[in-house]
């Protein structure tokens, strides 16, 4: 993925939440606005055959594994067009043939159903890899630390991927894990662990590409912790217990500014490129936003499918 490339996945995800956050219709979503860079960081040092799990905020990610942003946006519109048929939502969606093996809305209830997909690619020596991502509320779950434990035990190929964006819902993260960085629960368990700077994207896709070279080769998972921010509240219906002050200068932090003033820097970037990049991003969320809703609901009488 080249960094113009990384960019355009960071705009995307933005203007698709941002398109989809307008809406009176949006129902309960978890956004990933200042975590773009730990999803697109992460799927640059993923391939085809790999598979993605993530928690409940998924839409960033599964836009950075490859997830078409029509599908997606009619999934969690509820519409027919969206790849679970509008069932899923954002807690649930799932598109294996992206990559994107799914997203589980319980805290913590991804982390041992990866170490399933782990444990059945090695057993059908399947080249494959799965990453599996969380936030830092998931840390503190049993789950976790049972599956690294016989992730770290079987030498699964499966990479840890801890977005900490310092949130637990509104509790700071220091005061709910005691360790002094996220990555120290990999690395007791014997894992290769590191904790870079989430809101650079060249920092994550750094370090992502050594993880999965590490677990690619078989010497077992790894854990990758991604220090990140979270520039909306919790979720849609959460209220931001956070001031005014403090939200303004978390906006300063953007991982996208940062990484456009990084390219015009660099000379790899101008400001026509930079509008365009944005004007594009837009028009793809606009035009995911017509194709769910040229989409039909569900037919009321398959309410029952799939259940059971």
């Known amino acids: 993925m080249t960094p113009v490339e990384m960019l355009r996945g960071m705009m995307l995800i933005r203007a698709f939440e941002d398109a989809l956050a307008r809406r009176r219709d949006h129902g ?3 956004l990933s606005s200042g975590e773009e860079a730990v999803a697109v960081g992460l799927a640059s040092a993923l391939e085809e055959g790999d598979q993605l799990l993530t928690g409940g905020r998924s839409i960033g990610p599964a836009l950075a594994r490859g997830v078409a942003p029509e ?22 969606l799932s598109d294996p043939a992206a990559g994107f093996f799914g997203a589980h809305a319980v805290v913590g209830g991804n982390i041992s159903i990866a170490a399933g997909v782990a444990l059945a690619r090695q057993m059908d020596h399947d080249s494959g890899i799965v990453a599996i991502m969380f936030g830092d509320g998931a840390c503190g779950e049993g789950a976790l630390h049972e599956t690294l434990n016989m992730a770290a035990l079987w030498k699964l190929p499966l990479l840890f991927v801890c977005n900490n964006n310092q949130l637990s819902v509104s509790t700071a ?30 920092a994550v896709a750094q370090a992502a590409a050594e993880a999965v070279l590490h677990v690619r080769s078989g010497l077992g998972p790894a854990f990758l912790e991604c220090v990140s921010i979270r520039l909306r509240s919790h979720s849609t219906t959460a209220r931001e217990t956070r001031s005014r002050a403090e939200l303004a200068e978390l906006q300063a932090l953007c991982p996208i500014r940062r990484y456009v003033s990084v390219l015009m820097e660099r000379g790899d970037l101008d400001a026509a490129q930079r509008d365009h990049l944005s004007l594009e991003a837009t028009i793809r969320a606009e035009g995911a936003l017509g194709s769910a809703d040229a989409s039909p609901y569900p037919d009321a009488r398959e309410v029952m499918l799939h259940v059971g």
Not at 79 to 91: L, Q
Not at 182 to 188: C, F, I, P, W
């Open 28 to 30: 309960f979503q978890l």
């Open 71 to 92: 599908r997606l946006m009619a999934e969690l519109l509820g519409r027919t067009g969206g790849m679970n048929r509008g069932r899923a939502g954002r807690g649930h």
């Open 173 to 202: 993260r220091a005061d709910a894990l005691a360790v002094a960085r996220l990555s120290d629960l990999g690395a007791t368990f014997g894992m290769w662990a590191r904790t870079v700077d989430g809101l650079d994207v060249r």
